[in-house]
């Protein structure tokens, strides 16, 4: 017989928010930073865990935007949204990881 509470015991939580995330980007494409720290608990701040969780949502085809990138995708006005998604995760992703050590 399976014993589901050691099952659950066994269940990260970081992989957990992970599903979260990839479930939002899959439906809109992006994920907001905000999100990213509103949903990862506090251990996936540790930069190599953190990278991979970043390479799982790029290899999804799953792009992190600023709050502002993902408010103009929403309205359509997007056609530069590439472009300054790319800057965006690269600027972002060290301030994120700065302020999430906090």
């Not at 099952?7 to 939002?24: F, H, Y």
């Not at 290899?59 to 600023?66: M, Q, S």
């Not at 408010?71 to 997007?78: E, I, L, P, V, W």
């Amino acid at each position: 017989m399976i014993d589901l509470a050691a099952q659950k015991e066994r269940v990260d939580p970081i992989e957990t928010a992970v599903g979260q995330l990839l479930t939002i980007g899959r439906q809109r494409r992006y994920v907001t930073w905000e999100e990213m720290n509103k949903i990862l608990p506090d251990d996936a701040v540790d930069p190599d865990r953190l990278e991979l969780i970043m390479l799982r949502l790029e290899e999804a085809g799953i792009e992190t935007l600023d709050e502002i990138d993902a408010a103009q995708r929403k309205k359509g006005d997007g056609s530069e949204a590439p472009a300054k998604a790319r800057r965006a995760t690269r600027c972002s992703r060290t301030a994120w990881r700065r302020s999430s050590r906090r």
